[in-house]
């Protein structure tokens, strides 16, 4: 079956071989969802994303943090996850058939180191809530599995799913939050913790003023002097193995033929509908849990980060499935190919709707920071989407390669490649004519 990697053909490849189209879709389907979440990043404080107490609770408020608590957070990064590993594992593999393993995971790491590097600038120079880091430096760990079988990697990957979520229910269950809330209202248990919270409040709030009206550079300055990259880093084995479960699982749906359509259509419609069903009924006792209790932060952490990591699973594989199953049917129509196409662009488009959403919201652009409430803020989501499906597919009409999906490529391979359609078709010329696949770096 054809196949493709996270960011485009390689040099490595066979020349002809195609794409797996529905790992495009899949990637588009991350990217536009993963705005519908990111959005909130951007227009409120950080913790904003999960700590309703930061603000009035209200009826609308409510209402868009269960929405996308039950059906946003978490499951698009994961997605993007799952998809991740998948790509590790067609590059390693297209590479090790020419270079040998050793060759095929020096050059892998090479490539994240690169991601690495964008993932530090757009973290310090746009938002906050980056990914690539993340995923670059836990795709460094993941790599080293690569060399395994399918079934060692699913059962690696179940096993840091599983680890992540029994772990982070026991490590980060909020004991001394609920016992301060429990307390007498105006005992000095419950008196003191306020006063705690009230500071986490105004902490939260601090650079509010600085991101409705500051300058660029305001703001470039007040991410670095309020958390490093290496904060970032320092965080990641709260999210790391969840990540690197992920990651070993979507490496060995990819060998075992989930993507390629191997699989019974019938049971993957069954069984994606179904993990998303399960999903729902298990994380909702945690979303009345953080009602209940205010989003108080030990316990949105908690609800956020605890046995949500693994519960969430279901409903990861659920859109995988489905989208899958679908794929051929998508595929033929536009909103399918556009979606097709904004997945093959999916690293310049997660950075585009970074720029899109802080020229929105940000001091630099129109400074609608702190002014919505979180439905609302969908529609300037479903904005930023509708313009990711308008402009993919033109652009791959001209060009081979989304911007950044081409630098990171060259990047990654030290040599310049054409990037326009015209330049392809010469190379290609050039390989039917002298029988040399050099120009074209295979």
Same mark, same amino acid.
């Given at each position: 079956?054809?196949?493709?990697?996270?960011?485009? *053909?390689?040099?490595?490849?066979?020349?002809? *071989?195609?794409? &797996?189209?529905?790992? @495009?879709?899949?990637?588009?389907?991350?990217?536009?969802?993963? !705005?519908?979440?990111?959005?909130?990043?951007?227009?409120?404080?950080?913790?904003?994303?999960?700590?309703? &107490? !930061?603000?009035?609770?209200?009826?609308?408020?409510?209402?868009?943090?269960?929405?996308?608590?039950?059906?946003? @957070?978490?499951?698009?990064?994961?997605?993007?996850?799952?998809?991740?590993?998948?790509?590790?594992?067609? %590059?390693?593999?297209? $590479?090790?058939?020419?270079?040998?393993?050793?060759?095929?995971?020096?050059?892998?790491?090479?490539?994240?180191?690169?991601?690495?590097?964008?993932? $530090?600038?757009?973290?310090?120079?746009?938002?906050?809530g980056d990914i690539l880091l993340d995923y670059a430096v836990?795709?460094?760990?993941?790599?080293?599995?690569?060399?395994?079988? *399918?079934?060692?990697?699913?059962?690696?990957?179940?096993?840091?799913?599983?680890?992540?979520?029994?772990?982070?229910? &026991?490590? !980060?269950?909020?004991?001394?939050e609920l016992a301060a809330l429990n307390a007498p209202a105006a005992s000095e248990a419950r008196t003191a913790y306020e006063a705690e919270v009230e500071a986490m409040r105004g902490q939260s709030h601090a650079s509010d003023a600085v991101r409705k009206t500051g300058s660029f550079t305001d703001l470039v300055a007040c991410r670095h002097e309020t958390r490093s990259a290496w904060d970032r880093i320092a965080f990641m084995p709260v999210t790391g193995p969840g990540y690197l479960g992920l990651m070993l699982l979507g490496a060995a749906l990819y060998r075992m033929g989930f993507f390629s359509g191997g699989w019974s259509r019938r049971g993957m419609i069954v069984w994606g509908a179904t993990g998303i069903v399960a999903t729902v009924v298990f994380t909702l006792p945690l979303a009345v849990m953080g009602m209940q209790h205010n989003h108080y932060p030990a316990v949105s952490f908690w609800v956020q %980060? #605890?046995?949500?990591?693994?519960?969430?699973?279901?409903? &990861?594989?659920?859109?995988?499935?489905?989208?899958? *199953? %679908?794929?051929?049917?998508?595929?033929?129509?536009?909103?399918?190919?556009?979606?097709?196409?904004?997945?093959?662009?999916? %690293?310049?488009?997660?950075?585009?709707?970074?720029?899109?959403?802080?020229?929105?919201?940000?001091?630099?652009?129109?400074?609608?920071?702190?002014?919505?409430?979180?439905?609302?803020?969908?529609?300037?989501?479903? #904005?930023?989407?509708?313009l990711m499906l308008l402009w993919s597919a033109p652009w791959l009409d001209r060009f081979r390669f989304g911007p950044l999906e081409w630098l990171w490529r060259c990047l990654t391979y030290m040599q310049l490649f054409p990037i326009r359609r015209r330049d392809e078709d010469a190379a290609d010329a050039g390989i039917a004519s002298n029988g040399s696949p050099a120009k074209r770096g295979i």
């Open positions: 079956m054809a196949t493709s990697d996270i960011g485009g *053909a390689t040099p490595d490849q066979p020349v002809g *071989a195609r794409r &797996i189209e529905s790992l @495009d879709l899949l990637r588009g389907f991350a990217v536009l969802g993963i !705005l519908a979440a990111n959005v909130v990043g951007f227009a409120r404080t950080g913790p904003y994303y999960y700590w309703g &107490i !930061l603000h009035p609770a209200g009826f609308w408020e409510e209402a868009g943090w269960l929405l996308q608590y039950l059906f946003l @957070d978490g499951k698009l990064r994961g997605l993007f996850a799952l998809l991740f590993g998948a790509g590790m594992a067609i %590059f390693v593999d297209r $590479a090790a058939a020419r270079r040998g393993m050793a060759g095929a995971l020096l050059l892998q790491g090479r490539r994240l180191l690169w991601l690495a590097l964008f993932g $530090a600038l757009h973290y310090y120079l746009l938002f906050f836990v795709g460094l760990v993941a790599m080293l599995f690569l060399p395994l079988g *399918a079934r060692a990697l699913l059962f690696i990957g179940l096993f840091a799913s599983f680890y992540m979520g029994i772990m982070g229910g &026991i490590a !980060l269950w909020p004991a001394d %980060f #605890g046995p949500a990591s693994l519960l969430r699973l279901p409903m &990861i594989l659920g859109y995988a499935a489905l989208l899958v *199953a %679908f794929a051929p049917a998508l595929g033929r129509t536009a909103l399918g190919r556009r979606m097709a196409a904004a997945g093959r662009m999916a %690293f310049t488009n997660y950075i585009a709707s970074s720029v899109l959403m802080g020229a929105v919201f940000l001091g630099w652009g129109l400074g609608l920071y702190g002014d919505w409430h979180r439905l609302a803020l969908w529609a300037w989501a479903a #904005g930023g989407m509708a």
